[in-house]
């Protein structure tokens, strides 16, 4: 065994932060900053939820939490189309960027 294979280190493994619970979120979009409650259910590493958006409805979305760093697909309404975004969970506060190129943070 290597220096460098040490057994304990293969063993750890990153606890995934815990974020279920209502969370206010805002999010650029191409169409101008959207904001509302979004909804999180957590099991372990797997996310799924709601986003509520005035004028869109509820948007339905399911992602990953790897330790802090947070990995979401929301379906898009009237089409089959999703779009992702990913950020860093900061205890009370999440942020990241959206793949349009947006900006997004939640705070609960």
Known sequence: MGC????????????PAR???????TMDTPHGSV???L??????AKLSGTYSVEHMG???FTGTVDGKK???SMEVPGGEQKFGFS??????KMSGTTEMGGNWKASR
């Open 4 to 15: 460098h294979e040490h057994p304990l280190f293969a063993q750890e493994r990153v606890e």
């Open 19 to 25: 974020i279920e619970g209502k969370w206010q979120m």
């Open 35 to 37: 904001q509302g409650p």
């Open 39 to 44: 909804q999180v259910k957590q099991d372990g």
């Open 58 to 60: 509820e948007l339905s």
């Open 70 to 72: 947070v990995s979401i």
């Open 87 to 92: 950020g860093t969970v900061d205890g009370d």
